[in-house]
């Protein structure tokens, strides 16, 4: 089965899956879940932070940035959108 899966005493529990949920790029608002992750496959950049699960939230509105920094890991940041007066 697919988001559900049925166990023999006809219950239904939900299915986590792992991924990334706004790629790069893409617009995320406040709280937004970013990435979803067992581990720390991806780590937090700027504006990012990391729950106690290790999934990756936005802090502020903004586009996603995936990056690679000097140690070859990933990190994920948050560029704020500009604000007009």
């Known amino acids: 089965m697919t988001r559900f899966d049925f166990d023999e005493v006809y219950s239904f529990k939900r299915i986590k ?5 706004i790629f790069g790029g893409q617009a995320a608002i406040a ?3 970013i990435v979803r992750q067992r581990g720390s496959k991806h780590n ?5 932070y990391i729950s ?3 999934t990756l939230h936005a802090r502020v509105d903004g586009v996603v940035k995936f990056q690679k920094k000097r140690d070859n ?10 604000v007009e007066a």
């Open 52 to 54: 106690k699960d290790h």
């Open 17 to 21: 899956t792992f991924s990334v949920t």
């Open 73 to 82: 890991k990933s990190y994920v940041s948050i560029l704020p959108f500009e």
């Open 44 to 48: 937090p950049g700027a504006n990012v």
């Open 31 to 33: 709280g937004n879940i």
